[in-house]
């Protein structure tokens, strides 16, 4: 090899050191801007959350006045109850919305089998000494979901513990029983959750309504913050559907899976309601003791226990 030929290969090598150097440093300066959105959407996600607390309550306590035919300010409840909507629903999709570039970039896949079991493992305790019997039915085989662990922990959490509120409602007895129900299908993932407060868990199920038509049962809204779930469902790209009816709670969550699994900003911005009629999605909650299996000891995680 020749001199300038040697020249010419060292002069190739500096460029393309150059050029990785340049490259490591974009993805550096790429890496801290993410990681810096990745915080404020997550305080922006708690602080909605905050916010959509009480704002429930409001809704409900309006729309509740507004269907009462004797209220002489029959036009102003009504009025605050739309406004008050209007913002929640504002809320909401904020609160998706600063999740969705986050949860993009965490997403993995988990077997949300295990995820469940570890979760009905923490909260073992609470709902024995509430004097609450848990029941759990899953696949034999684990489900794997590519999804966004933390937000999918927190909502399996959120609504457990729901259930809880629900079952130790002040007035109630010390009574109560919850089912866990896991379905995988060709196109969903089918989560079911069902607690009765004071009874077991009954074989049929309560009729299906869309979250937002909730409203009407304002005197049950403060045992489960639809719109938190409603919105961390959103993240996930998913559907949620609940119904409280007496002593019975019923939440159900359908998560896209497979071909049907869709990007997580599409689950911010499309609709959602009720399934269809005839829908298997729909089909009632087993509650045999055949159907629902006992709740197997297992470790538990540090996260999910955090997450409660």
Known sequence: MSRLDALRRCEADRDLT???????????????????????GELAHHLVRELTGPMTGVVGLAQFLSHQSNVSYQEEVEELASESLRCRRILEQFAAASL?????????VV???????????????????????????????????????????????????AGLAHCTAEGASQSGETAVRLVEEDEA????????????????????????????????????????????????????????????????????????????????????????????????????AEDLEGVPSRSVAEEASKQT
Request: aromatic share 4%; net charge neutral; with cysteine.
């Open 111 to 161: 077997d949300v089998a295990l995820v469940l079991r570890e979760l009905i493992e923490t909260t073992r305790g609470r709902f024995k000494s509430a004097g609450i019997k848990q029941r759990l039915s899953l696949p034999d085989q684990g489900v794997l979901l590519q999804t966004t662990p933390t937000t999918l922990s927190r909502l399996f959490s959120d609504v457990i513990l």
């Open 18 to 40: 150059e050029l990785s150097e340049e490259a490591m440093r974009r993805a550096k300066l790429i890496l801290a801007r993410t990681q810096k959105l990745g915080l404020q």
């Open 189 to 288: 993932l089918r989560f079911d959750f069902l607690a009765v407060r004071g009874g077991s868990v009954p074989i049929d199920t309560p009729p299906w309504r869309e979250v937002d038509e909730q409203m009407d049962l304002w005197n049950d809204l403060d045992t489960i913050n639809l719109a938190v779930l409603q919105s961390m469902t959103r993240c996930l790209g998913g559907v949620l559907q609940a119904d409280v009816k007496g002593a019975r709670l019923h939440v159900r969550v359908q998560l896209p899976v497979g071909k049907a699994a869709i990007p997580l900003h599409a689950g911010v911005l499309s609709p959602y309601g009720p399934f269809e009629e005839g829908d298997s999605a729909a089909s009632p909650l087993p509650s045999t």
């Open 100 to 108: 969705a570039d986050v949860g993009q970039q965490g997403r993995e």
